[in-house]
């Protein structure tokens, strides 16, 4: 009963850590990227603390109300709506979905990552979670967790034939 247990336990955490792989790397193997929603500018419809999975796809497909990534410097990236696009300047006006105004200025294409396929809500905070030391010491219990569901019936099985 013991081994039943734990194997199901086992299957759970496996198949979660699996759709959470998918979900995060998927996206790289298909040429998109995943990226961490940090503030509630897009707010209610992409809340904080979502995963965000970008299609790097052409800007000349591109779309009023379309949601997009954008980059404003070398470690920063914003994903807003697009209001309007002036294809003879080659920029899209964004604004967030919480925002009351425009954004300050123009989003020229060659600063756009890429369109807004799809967004995962509370997996970004795992992605920014994992990258700090408690959140390695984390996955460190979860691998423990998942040898010990393994071993523990074999243990445990062999101390009760001891017994007898």
Known sequence: MLKKICNVLNVLIMVCLLVIALVMLGPKLIGGETLSVISGSMEPNIPVGSIVVIDKGETDSLKVDDVITYRISDNT?????????????????????????????????????GKVMFHVPYLGYMAVYVKTPLGIAAICGVVFVILLLNFLPDLLSKDDKENK
């Open 77 to 113: 990236m914003v994903t807003h709506r697009i209001v309007s696009i002036d294809q003879e300047k080659q920029e899209v006006v964004t604004k967030g979905d919480a925002n009351d105004v425009v954004d300050g200025s123009p989003v020229s294409f060659s600063n756009i990552v």
